[in-house]
T-cell receptor
Framework: DTEVTQTPKHLVMGMTNKKSLKCEQH?????MYWYKQKAKKPPELMFV???????INESVPSRFSPECPNSSLLNLHLHALQPEDSALYLC?????????????FGPGTRLTVL | DAKTTQPPSMDCAEGRAANLPCNHS???????VYWYRQIHSQGPQYIIH???NNETNEMASLIITEDRKSSTLILPHATLRDTAVYYC?????????FGQGTELSVKP
């Protein structure tokens, strides 16, 4: 199984809402990533989890809160977002071994903040 | 910052080879070159990677110059479904730092 799944596919939320994005993998990979991609721009790294511990936070605002409850799941909790946070949110996984190991991406969640 | 530069766009005729160049003149000796592509509104898809030697798989070939300062991704027989943004990436500290990529349009 080489699939990374993300739910929901689309999400519309107001600025006062609390919502969560979910990412799941069953490849036994121990590194998981969140990326943000604005329209017509390349993906930008947000967070990296390694062996279920947060290892990199790319200075992301606290209204984005990641969580890795187990080795197969990665969540991104959203609270008090702004319209400029509307983007495609991508999850990726990597086996966590050598630096050259490949990252596998999910299909993304398209988020719209009203 | 991304360590790669690519042309912003390229066209290719269906059935012909697509050759996508990438410059990475500041690459370090142990840094790998990765290629991903992203079809509109989908997640990036891994294509191929290499360190020094040329590589080939079922999707593409990767040609890396001897000085490792540039590389070329070759899609041997492009189809309409190969229309996508192609990213050449030098992995930095285990992180993929995406540049702007090349938007490849395969035309009938």
């Amino acid at each position: 199984d080489t699939e990374v799944t993300q739910t929901p596919k689309h999400l519309v939320m107001g600025m006062t809402n609390k919502k969560s994005l979910k990412c799941e993998q069953h490849m036994g990979h121990r590194a998981m990533y969140w990326y943000k991609q604005k329209a017509k721009k390349p993906p930008e790294l947000m967070f990296v989890y390694s062996y279920e511990k947060l290892s990199i936070n790319e200075s992301v605002p606290s209204r984005f809160s990641p969580e890795c409850p187990n080795s197969s799941l990665l969540n991104l909790h959203l609270h008090a977002l702004q319209p400029e946070d509307s983007a495609l949110y991508l999850c990726a996984t990597r086996s966590g071994g050598a630096v050259a190991d490949t990252q596998y991406f999910g299909p993304g969640t398209r988020l719209t903040v009203l | 910052d991304a360590k790669t530069t690519q042309p912003p766009s390229m066209d290719c005729a269906e059935g012909r080879a697509a050759n996508l160049p990438c410059n990475h003149s500041t690459i370090s000796g142990n840094e790998y070159v990765y290629w991903y592509r992203q079809i509109h509104s989908q997640g990036p898809q891994y294509i191929i990677h290499g360190l020094k030697n040329n590589e080939t798989n079922e999707m593409a070939s990767l040609i890396i110059t001897e000085d490792r300062k540039s590389s070329t991704l070759i899609l041997p027989h492009a189809t309409l479904r190969d229309t996508a943004v192609y990213y050449c990436i030098v992995v930095q500290g285990g992180k993929l730092i995406f540049g702007q990529g090349t938007e490849l349009s395969v035309k009938p």
